[in-house]
């Protein structure tokens, strides 16, 4: 782990309303140079008003996608989660 304003952090669900709620945060922490936030669903991170976070579409049960994803990370922020038996299987 580095100091100093150089931790990239990944949010995995960052568009749900736990990552929303938590990437400005991040964001305002000194300590983070970088965030990076990953969803099922496309975001344009400036349209939320999110300047050192990039975005990158994926989803957790695809591990090629995690992998490169947390290429770099020094730290993993898991809130990515699908609540079952309200949705179909056919989920994507």
Known sequence: ???GGELTV???GATGTF???LVPRLEADERIARVVGLAR???DP???GWIRTTF???DV???DQLVEAFDG???VVHLAFLVTGTSSRSVT
Do not use: H, N, P, Y
């Open 46 to 48: 400036a349209e939320l």
């Open 56 to 58: 990158r579409r994926g």
């Open 19 to 21: 990552g929303r709620a």
């Open 61 to 63: 049960r695809d591990l």
């Open 73 to 75: 990370a020094d730290v």
């Open 10 to 12: 990944v949010v995995t």
């Open 41 to 43: 669903r496309a975001v």
């Open 1 to 3: 782990m580095t100091d």
